[in-house]
C-alpha cells in the first residue's frame, strides 16, 4: 500500500511564486489534513477536509487555499510565496472518527 | 481551545532503561489521542490509539494509558533501545481536527 503520497519531497521557491503541493491518498479515506511543523511549534493545521466537496481553514490557512480534487486528492496551494511559508508540510488521512490518522513523508519548502 | 503539552521536551536515558512520556491536555471532549514516532526528516508514524473510552493500549514494549478526565496520558516504554531514539508526539482527536504536542525527543544511549 502506496498510504499517503506528497509531491514534491523539496522545493526551492523565491518570494512571489506561487506552487502548489499534491497529495494523494489510497485507503479511501473520507478526511484529509494538511499541516506545517515548525521548530519549537509542534504541527499546525493549516486547512482540512471533513469529506469529498469540503473544506475548512484550521490554525494557520493565511496565506494558502485548497482544493478537494476528489475523494483520493488534496492539494495545497501557495498563491504567493513569503519567507514566514519556509516549513516542512504534511498532508495527512484519516476514515471515520476515532480511527487512526497517516501521514504522508513531508514536503520541505524553502522560500528565499 | 485545545492545547496540548509534552514534558520532557527532550530525555536521554542509558539502554535498557524503562522510561515514561507524559502528555497533557486541556480539554477531555476527545475521541481518542494518539502517540506518535518521528524519525529525522521523515514523517509520523502512528504508535498507539487509545479511545476515549479506553484506559490503555499495548504493542510490545510500549504502553500507553489514558485518564480523560485529568487531561493526561503516559507513554511507557520498557527496555529501551537505541533503535528508538526519535522524537514522540502525541495528539487528540476532537472530531473535526488534532491538536499535537511538541513533542519529546528521546536519545537512548548504547
Known amino acids: 500500500n502506496a498510504g499517503v503520497t506528497q509531491t514534491p519531497k523539496f522545493q526551492v521557491l523565491k518570494t512571489g511564486q506561487s506552487m502548489t503541493l499534491q497529495c494523494a491518498q489510497d485507503?479511501?479515506?473520507?478526511?484529509m489534513y494538511w499541516y506545517r511543523q515548525d521548530p519549537g511549534m509542534g504541527l499546525r493545521l493549516i486547512y482540512y477536509s471533513a469529506s469529498e466537496g469540503t473544506t475548512d481553514k484550521g490554525e494557520v490557512p493565511n496565506g494558502y487555499n485548497v482544493s478537494r480534487l476528489n475523494k483520493r486528492e488534496f492539494s495545497l496551494r501557495l498563491e504567493s510565496a513569503a519567507p514566514s511559508q519556509t516549513s516542512v508540510y504534511f498532508c495527512?488521512?484519516?476514515?471515520?472518527?476515532?480511527?487512526?490518522?497517516?501521514f504522508g513523508e513531508g514536503s520541505w519548502l524553502t522560500v528565499v | 481551545k485545545q492545547e496540548v503539552t509534552q514534558i520532557p521536551a527532550a530525555l536521554s536515558v542509558p539502554e535498557g532503561e524503562n522510561l515514561v512520556l507524559n502528555c497533557s491536555f486541556t480539554d477531555s471532549a476527545i475521541y481518542n489521542l494518539q502517540w506518535f514516532r518521528q524519525d529525522p526528516g521523515k514523517g509520523l508514524t502512528s504508535l498507539l490509539l487509545?479511545?476515549?473510552?479506553?484506559r490503555e493500549q499495548t504493542s510490545g514494549r510500549l504502553n500507553a494509558s489514558l485518564d480523560k478526565s485529568s487531561g493526561r496520558s503516559t507513554l511507557y516504554i520498557a527496555a529501551s533501545q537505541p533503535g528508538d531514539s526519535a522524537t514522540y508526539l502525541c495528539?487528540?482527536?476532537?472530531?473535526?481536527?488534532?491538536?499535537f504536542g511538541t513533542g519529546t525527543s528521546l536519545t537512548v544511549i548504547p
Open positions: 495528539a487528540v482527536d476532537t472530531g473535526n481536527q488534532f491538536y
Open positions: 495527512a488521512s484519516k476514515g471515520f472518527s476515532g480511527n487512526t490518522i497517516y
Open positions: 485507503m479511501n479515506h473520507n478526511s
Open positions: 487509545i479511545q476515549s473510552s479506553q
